[in-house]
């Protein structure tokens, strides 16, 4: 399973960016489609994650102003960013658990940077 972002850069605050992710290859080895971001000198965190069905869920400091969502038919999961704010700079990641073995897959990450 290859995954690729796509959809970063520069942001004021207060503004607005859509990321999206393509997976490619063995996709049917996923269900499960996650957004992770790691700022400089912290640890990498979860930010969203979707299910094949719709189903979602969101970290604390995410939830109501991004939404995550995928189309299937195109392989494609998207994370719509609202109200940006500095600390939500970092290098987002796209990843995939694997159905039978539970490996994640990621991506190789974006970088997305709010600043004015």
């Known amino acids: 399973v290859q995954l690729v972002e796509s959809g970063g850069g520069l942001a004021q605050p207060g503004e607005s960016l859509t990321l999206s992710c393509v997976a490619s290859?063995?996709?049917?080895?996923?269900?499960?489609m996650e957004w992770y971001r790691q700022a400089p000198g912290k640890e990498r965190e979860i930010v969203a994650r979707?299910?094949?069905?719709?189903?979602?869920s969101y970290s604390d400091s995410t939830r109501g102003r991004f939404v995550v969502s995928r189309d299937n038919a195109k392989r494609t999961m998207y994370l719509r960013m609202n109200n940006l704010k500095p600390e939500d700079t970092a290098v987002y990641f796209c990843?995939?658990?694997?159905?039978?073995?539970?490996?994640?897959?990621w991506g190789r990450g974006i970088q997305v940077t709010v600043s004015s």
């Open positions: 990843a995939a658990p694997d159905r039978g073995t539970g490996r994640l897959y």
């Open positions: 290859g063995d996709h049917l080895r996923i269900n499960v």
């Open positions: 979707i299910a094949a069905n719709g189903g979602s």
